[in-house]
């Protein structure tokens, strides 16, 4: 397995992307890296470019367990991990061609798609509630409409980004009335607690973290929250869609497991974030849903289709047309309904 890497950036080039980020060398797992498939339509030999993210924790336990490297050994694939910071790196990742299968919200995942980023949500690996408007621990401010005329630490193309849109537009604020730092999760964290910003809308595990270390959760609300997405390029699914269905069967092997061991997985994301095992708990246990459906489907576009219209109004997206389109080509649910956990072996 390789040494996994962060991503930084988006790159200009896929292929400069593709080794930059995943730390491979020119022939090995690079974009332009050839695979073999036989005439029964198997995949053999090249590289599965994968991301990690502390607010997947599906994804922790897959990579700390090696299913799939074990799940693809056969076929001679390797699997190199790389770490997203956020919903907008691993968007930059998709778009680059750096990973084929990437974590995001399923905000960040339709915006990215009616700006054009070619990719598809093959699973639904989280119902979370890992949003919430975050102040620091001496903090006067009680609620949003105290906001007003205030600095805001929000990282742009992400769930808390788009939170906080509807935060302020349920209290009768809009971004206009806010002065919004366009800055990294930590980064915002980082920037509440020396007062460069006033609040930040923040992310899970390191709201929770923050939380326990005295900031307050001024205003929570679960249904401005739009689910974890699994999404891979077009090119990948439509190219290896073995591959990508073993994918899908360890995601879902992987729920099956981390419901029945929850302290295992908070332990996991623990290790991997750097938190206290009880925030990690809490994470896992109160703000994080895994029993849920993992078909992409109604239930995703019934909350895609309120914050839809906000990209429009906040200029993240150009038309209305855009997003109607992203909504009916982004959910390709086909892989999850032929899911067979049983295929990976624990």
């Known amino acids: 397995m390789r040494k996994p890497t962060i991503i930084t950036a988006a790159a200009a080039v896929a292929a400069a992307a593709a080794l930059l980020l995943s730390g491979c060398v020119a022939g090995e797992g690079s974009a332009a890296e050839p695979a073999s498939t036989s005439t029964t339509g198997v995949t053999q030999g090249g590289t599965l470019n994968i991301d990690f993210a502390t607010y997947n924790p599906l994804s922790l336990v897959i990579k700390k367990e090696g299913w799939l490297e074990k799940a693809l050994a056969k076929q001679k694939i390797t699997v190199n991990w790389v770490q997203s910071a956020g919903s907008n790196k691993a968007n930059e990742a998709l778009r680059s061609g750096a990973i084929d299968v990437g974590s995001t919200a399923g905000s960040a995942a339709l915006l990215a798609r009616s700006n054009g980023s070619p990719i598809k949500t093959i699973d639904i690996y989280s119902q979370p509630e890992w949003s919430a408007i975050v102040v620091g621990p001496n903090s006067t401010v009680t609620s949003v409409k105290q906001l007003k005329g205030k600095q805001i630490a929000a990282t742009k193309g992400t769930d808390p980004y788009f939170f906080l849109l509807q935060s ?3 209290n009768g604020l809009s971004a206009n009335d806010v002065t919004i730092q366009n800055l990294q999760h930590a980064d915002g964290w980082a920037a509440l607690q020396n007062g460069s910003v006033d609040a930040w809308s923040g992310l899970d595990p390191i709201m929770a973290n923050a939380e326990k270390s005295g900031a307050k959760l001024i205003y929570r609300n679960v249904a401005f929250n739009t689910y974890g997405f699994l999404n891979a390029t077009e090119s990948f699914l439509s190219s290896k ?5 073993t994918v899908v069967n360890t995601y879902e092997h992987a729920r099956e497991w981390a419901q029945k061991h929850p302290e295992e997985t908070a332990k996991v994301l ?3 974030a750097g938190i206290d095992p009880s925030v990690a708990k809490t994470v896992i246990t109160e703000r994080t849903n895994l029993d849920v459906s993992p078909i992409p489907g109604a239930a995703q576009l019934k909350v895609l289709k309120k914050v839809g219209p906000i ?13 109607d389109t992203a909504l ?4 390709e649910p086909r892989f999850v309904k032929k899911a067979d956990p049983s295929a990976i072996g624990g």
């Open 168 to 170: 302020l537009e349920a």
């Open 241 to 245: 869609p073995d591959v990508a269905q």
């Open 270 to 272: 623990s290790d991997v």
């Open 311 to 323: 990209f429009v109004q906040s200029g993240d997206v150009k038309s209305q047309s855009d997003i």
């Open 328 to 331: 009916k080509t982004l959910l």
